[in-house]
């Protein structure tokens, strides 16, 4: 992976959970008009969220729990991680 593109999916990941400065829009924007891959990339993550965003407001809407069981499975999983 080109340094470029390595730092673009960096800054495409961030822009999920952050508000990008000015210049680093700016640098994804130009980045994204001559990089056909990375531009897919950020499609691509940007549906994800999409869709991740409506399940979630979906579950809110419909009190959907997790089964206790499924819950420690996920905590065990977590830890062993660490």
Same mark, same amino acid.
Request: charge should be positive; charged fraction near 30%; include cysteine.
């Given at each position: 992976? *080109? &340094?470029?593109?390595?730092r673009?999916s960096?800054?495409? !990941? @961030?822009?999920?959970? =952050? @508000?990008? !400065?000015l210049t680093?829009?700016i640098?994804? $924007?130009? &980045?994204?008009?001559?990089?056909g891959?990375? =531009?897919n990339? &950020?499609?691509?993550?940007?549906?994800? #969220?999409? /869709?991740? $965003? &409506? /399940? =979630?407001?979906?579950?809110? *809407?419909?009190?959907? %729990?997790?089964? #206790?069981?499924? *819950?420690?499975? /996920? %905590? !065990?999983?977590?830890? $062993?991680?660490?």
């Amino acid at each position: 992976m *080109k &340094h470029a593109c390595k730092r673009v999916s960096q800054l495409t !990941s @961030e822009s999920f959970e =952050r @508000e990008l !400065s000015l210049t680093e829009k700016i640098q994804l $924007k130009l &980045h994204f008009a001559m990089c056909g891959l990375c =531009r897919n990339y &950020h499609q691509s993550l940007k549906m994800m #969220a999409n /869709i991740f $965003k &409506h /399940i =979630r407001e979906h579950d809110l *809407k419909q009190d959907v %729990q997790l089964p #206790a069981e499924a *819950k420690l499975r /996920i %905590q !065990s999983v977590l830890e $062993k991680e660490k």
